[in-house]
């Protein structure tokens, strides 16, 4: 916001700000630790040598019965063959009722809402006489933008708290979705009534954001867990979201040209309302359930043969991996 308020005019060497923060980004990813990949996988419950109850994800399994990987003493990964004997078909978590409820809440969450900030950027700013971007647009778009993940951050902090004092995933992610519906109808509601009751709004998509990229992996992780195919999970789900994103810039914004801003938001408020009543009906609380879902997973397995991965003993079907 600072540079487009400076550069004005020449509003495109705004770009290179994003080209400089993208190359900070890449560089700061060579810092990061690379982590355990079957952990990442959710094919073990704790890092080796770790004692029962001290694990990563021990606090996250339910806590009845015996867990996939959960055993003190388990067989060794020698090659990718044998850790993909133990991963879960494609289709087995493709088709899991709760892959598709994410997938298509995601899809419509964005959907309705990739497009409202770019009409609450228009309502706010304005242009010049000309038909041109207004320089008071930039700086209020970059409020608007820096507000919501000012309260994102605040959001995340708090879902984080309650997720560790056991509240479950699906009021948070509800209470997320909610925002959106509320938001749009503030919008309209206030279109006239200035710029600061208009960038107000951002609370609630960052409130919203916050919920929804906070609960997002831990959904995934809840479904995929014990499967091996997390990251392709999260791929899919990312995918959809995406997806929605980019049809609600393409659509939202040919409703502005055609029938105004007015138009774009009421359908965006419609359009909300799908997402929630898509979770609400169709997802079932997924707090506990990880330990359940990978031992019904695990039962499925009859041999596993490390035979070619170092010579291990085959295993039988009832042992738990």
């Known amino acids: 916001g600072v540079a487009g308020d400076v550069l004005y005019p020449d509003i495109k060497y705004c770009f290179l700000v994003i080209g400089f ?48 990987n959960a055993e003190e003493e388990r067989p060794k990964f020698h090659s990718l063959e044998s850790e993909e004997k133990l991963a879960s078909s494609y289709w087995e978590v493709f088709g899991d009722r709760k892959t598709l409820v994410l997938c298509l809440t995601g899809f419509f969450f964005h959907f309705a809402n990739a497009n409202v900030l770019l009409v609450l950027g228009e309502l706010m700013g304005g242009d010049n006489e000309d038909g041109s971007v207004s320089r008071s647009a930039i700086p209020l778009i970059a409020s608007a933008i820096v507000l919501a993940q ?57 409130l919203g954001g916050g919920f929804f990229g906070l609960l997002h992996p831990y959904l995934v992780n809840d479904i995929a867990f014990g499967s091996g195919r997390f990251n392709v999970l999260m791929g899919l789900t990312a995918s959809c979201f995406g997806l929605g994103a980019t049809l609600s810039n393409l659509l939202g914004q040919m409703i502005v040209e055609k029938l105004g801003h007015v138009a774009s938001l009421s359908g965006s408020l419609i359009l909300s309302v799908i997402p929630v009543a898509l979770f609400a009906l169709g997802m079932p609380e997924t707090l506990g359930q990880r330990g359940k879902a990978a031992q019904g997973r695990a039962m499925q397995v009859e041999t596993i043969d490390f035979s070619k991965s170092g010579g291990a003993e085959n295993l039988g079907g009832g042992l738990m991996v």
Not at 32 to 59: I, W
Not at 163 to 174: A, E
């Open 21 to 68: 923060s993208a190359l900070m980004a890449v560089g700061g990813v060579q810092f990061l630790p690379e982590g355990n990949p079957l952990l990442g996988r959710g094919l073990l419950v704790r890092e080796e040598g770790v004692p029962a109850g001290k694990g990563t994800l021990d606090g996250e399994v339910a806590q009845a019965g015996e867990y996939v």
């Open 150 to 206: 000012f309260t994102m951050t605040v959001a995340t902090y708090v879902g984080d708290a309650l997720t560790k004092r056991g509240v479950g995933r699906k009021p948070l992610f509800m209470a997320g979705l909610l925002t959106l519906p509320v938001r749009c109808a503030l919008i309209i509601f206030w279109k006239d009534a200035g710029d600061s009751w208009l960038l107000s709004t951002q609370f609630l998509d960052g």
